[in-house]
């Protein structure tokens, strides 16, 4: 393999496609063709439908890269990756067999940016403005993190409770932003699960949106990930 992956990007709870365009802008110059799709979040399966959806649209070799719960869909590909070469987690959930990621969080404080959700009638979560503003993307500029907090794709609680089956990470290469300030998901569990899957592993100092807070990092990861599965 000599050619440069196709790259889809999956974005996280309370994101949605539009939190990688300063990502997506690097990438595009270097050559790449990217993909950023937004995800419905109403439940596991139906995310998983939509990245395999956004998968079968690409020919050749394919990295994805996930944000926060844009790491669980990616992982919940299971064994059935098709042409998927690799995974890069940016401060994401990289669960084993059996895991979920409420029973996660449960096993300790909620974090900063997950303290008061509100659940919707319907049993969406959405993040008040002050959590999402002052610890969600605390390191971006507030007037962006406001426009972040207005198009926010709420999550269905239901996925909280969805129990990973077989881990895609166990049969790919993997790559693993760890956010060393990150407010959502706490840094210990990032650098546990990329210990884990024996991921090759960055860490920056960096609340939960790296991809916008530092764009540049998050691009030289995917880029060495992109290089190293075309050159294998």
């Excluded at 166990?170 to 840094?187: C, F, G, M, N």
């Excluded at 210990?188 to 991809?211: L, P, Q, W, Y």
Aim: aromatic share 6%.
């Amino acid at each position: 393999m000599n050619a440069q992956p196709n790259i889809v990007l999956v974005h996280g709870a309370w994101a949605d496609g539009s939190c990688w365009s300063d990502v997506i802008a690097q990438l595009q110059a270097r050559g790449y063709i990217v993909t950023a799709p937004q995800f419905p979040e109403s439940s596991l399966a139906d995310d998983v439908a939509r990245l395999r959806q956004v998968l079968s649209l690409h020919a050749g070799p394919t990295l994805v890269v996930g944000h926060s719960y844009g790491g669980q869909i990616m992982t919940a590909l299971g064994e059935d990756t098709s042409n998927v070469v690799g995974l890069v987690y940016i401060a994401a959930f990289g669960l084993d067999q059996g895991e979920s990621i409420g029973a996660l969080l449960q096993a300790g404080p909620p974090t900063p940016a997950l303290a008061h959700l509100n659940i919707d009638s319907r049993g969406f979560a959405w993040l008040p403005e002050e959590d999402y503003v002052g610890h969600f993307a605390a390191d971006i500029d507030p007037a962006k993190a406001k426009v972040m907090y207005a198009v926010q794709q709420a999550l269905s609680v239901s996925t909280l409770e969805d129990v990973m089956g077989a881990p895609a990470w166990k049969a790919l290469p993997t790559w693993y932003l760890v956010a060393s300030e990150d407010q959502a998901i706490p840094p210990d569990a990032e650098r546990a699960f990329a210990k884990r899957m024996g991921a090759t592993t960055v860490e920056i100092a960096s609340n939960h949106c790296a991809m916008v807070s530092h764009p540049g990092d998050v691009v030289s990861l995917i880029e060495t990930a992109a290089q190293s599965v075309a050159a294998g």
